[in-house]
């Protein structure tokens, strides 16, 4: 896909949202279903998935670990939104790879201090390109990038989350 077919695909979309912003708001949803063992399935328009407890909480590493599935979807995103980014700016990328790294301190999730946090103390991403593109376009890719990646900015930013429990 080019610059100019990129923008005749988003330009319908992008009117729209302009004349009735109530349209661009989507409701976007993931499901699971809780496992005998301590897993949930998750599932995806991949298939399926089943979560369990990391290694460095007692797992044995036969299941997914949600704090990969997380950095997965950041990588995931920010590299679509990469792409498109270069695409409508008109960067040649010939390869690239993403990568995004998490720290963790499994002593706040596994409640042995109150001092350490639960979930990632520090992330960081990296893209890796083989292009043309001079330091300023690369600077303004990776700027437009992270402005633009709904993952990279919810994790940034954390959006209001509410928790509800209901029992049969």
């Known amino acids: 896909m080019d610059a100019s077919e990129l923008r005749a695909i988003q330009a319908p979309l992008k009117e729209k949202y302009e004349k009735n912003p109530e349209e661009a708001e989507w409701v976007l949803h993931a499901e699971g279903r ?15 998935l089943e ?21 997965q979807a950041l990588v995931a995103c920010a590299g679509v939104t990469l792409k498109s980014v270069a ?6 990328i010939k390869e690239g790879t993403v990568r995004a790294e998490g720290v963790l301190d499994f ?12 979930g990632f103390k520090k992330i960081s991403l990296e893209f890796k390109l083989e292009t043309e593109a001079d330091d300023s376009k690369l600077n303004k890719l990776l700027e437009l990038t992270e402005r633009y990646c709904v993952v990279y900015q919810s994790i940034k ?7 509800n429990l209901y029992s049969d």
């Open 87 to 92: 695409t409508a700016m008109r960067i040649d």
């Open 157 to 163: 930013n954390g959006p209001e989350i509410t928790t």
């Open 107 to 118: 002593r706040g999730t596994l409640a042995v201090s109150k001092d350490a946090p639960v």
């Open 34 to 48: 809780l496992g005998e063992d301590i897993s949930c399935s998750v599932e995806s328009d991949g298939g399926e």
């Open 51 to 71: 979560a369990g407890l990391h290694p460095a909480t007692g797992g044995d590493g036969s299941f997914a670990c949600s704090g990969d599935m997380l950095l």
